[in-house]
Nanobody, 125 residues
């Protein structure tokens, strides 16, 4: 089974950028759909985006600012975050799903089988 480890979080000023990485173990990484989610204190986990056979999806709140990509040779998925806002502050999680996701299900945490431990992103104003 795939194991996920996120990295790249930290403290950044509003308007700045960060790139998160999620390294996966296992030899079948290319077959997984990978998602990014985030959870702020006192709030529910929310979707950020996903990349897989069905395409690349983004939440409206990050569309145009965040970019998801993957390097299957390195078993890694990335989340490039630009123009960061204080409201982007959260713990960011990557997640993996066997099979594709589509416009009607990519944003549901329950669709994903494995989760990383999360990495903190803090955006100061």
């Amino acid at each position: 089974q795939v194991q996920l480890v996120e990295s790249g979080g930290g403290l950044v000023q509003a308007g700045g950028s960060l790139r998160l990485s999620c390294a996966a173990s296992g030899s079948t990484f290319s077959t997984y759909t990978m998602g990014w989610f985030r959870q702020a204190p006192g709030k529910e986990r929310e979707s950020v985006g996903a990349i897989g056979r069905g395409g690349i999806y983004y939440a409206d709140s990050v569309q145009g600012r965040f970019t998801i990509s993957r390097d299957n040779a390195k078993n890694t998925v990335y989340l490039q975050m630009n123009s960061l806002k204080p409201e982007d502050t959260a713990v960011y999680f990557c997640a993996a799903r066997v099979g594709g996701v589509y416009s009607y299900n990519w944003y549901r945490p329950g669709e994903y089988d494995k989760w990383g431990q999360g990495t903190q992103v803090t955006v100061s104003s």
